[in-house]
């Protein structure tokens, strides 16, 4: 077996100071790509989808519940499956209290093209509570890029897409897939997928949170059972 040499605590410090400074150029370089990211044109929606979930038929407004902004984690489930998938199960298990997106203006949900009566069991299994809609009567996932046709078949990827709502209408902001994935699933890395970001006054575009009303998010943030309506935008 491998492991790290063993080194005295002033080598460890001298080692570990070298490799901070490395970890903060890494650090500056993902701040510049969410602000570019953040800087992305958007698309309207002018399609009416069709989902099912625990109220039963919703639209795509409807996964807003009233706020800004949704951020929807295209499940791998496909509807001849009797589970979903594991690498997305690992996934959902490591998404944190949904309170602190709602209080800047985000909802969270999942959405795969197995039918909702599929899905509520596995839900119940997993003993998950966020939202979560099948799109088994619509082309949503197709869409999104996440059911695609090859050789004949419809194969699932995993993927995340971003929306925001400006009054009635709803943009797509933001869409990745696979690897892109990857370190993703806290609250703050979420937000830095989304066209308003983590609302911090520090983030460029400038304005682009106060614009649609949002506070400053770390000036906001409570203990998950301390937002109220209050701490929560009117949508």
Not at 59 to 68: H, I, K, V, Y
Not at 119 to 147: C, H, Q
Not at 165 to 170: E, L, W
Not at 194 to 211: D, H, I, K, N, Y
Request: charged share 30%; net charge negative; proline share 5%.
């Amino acid at each position: 077996m491998s492991l790290p040499e063993i080194v005295s605590r002033a080598d460890w410090r001298a080692a570990r100071a070298e490799l901070l400074v490395k970890e903060k150029v890494v650090t500056r370089a993902k701040e510049a790509l969410n602000a570019e990211r953040r800087r992305l044109p958007m698309v309207g929606i002018d399609r009416e989808y069709a989902f099912e979930g625990g109220d039963g038929k919703a639209t795509l407004p409807d996964l807003f519940e009233g706020r800004r902004q949704l951020v929807v984690h295209h499940f791998m489930f496909a509807p001849e499956w009797d589970a979903g998938c594991r690498s997305c199960s690992g996934f959902l298990d490591q998404i944190g209290h949904l309170a602190h997106l709602k209080a800047r203006d985000t909802t969270f949900a999942a959405v795969s093209r197995a039918p909702y009566p599929k899905i509520l069991p596995f839900k119940a299994r997993m003993g998950w509570t966020l939202p979560w809609y099948s799109s088994y009567a619509d082309d949503f996932n197709e869409d999104f890029e996440v059911t695609l046709e090859r050789d004949g078949e419809l194969v699932e990827r995993p993927g995340l897409s971003c929306f925001l709502r400006d009054g009635d209408r709803v943009f797509h902001t933001y869409s990745t897939y696979g690897r892109g994935l990857d370190g993703i699933g806290s609250t703050t890395t979420l937000l830095d997928l989304t066209a308003l970001g983590r609302q911090e006054e520090w983030e460029e575009p400038e304005g682009r949170a106060s614009a649609f009303g949002a506070p400053a998010g770390s000036e906001r943030v409570r203990y998950h059972d301390e937002y109220d309506e209050y701490d929560e935008y009117d949508g």
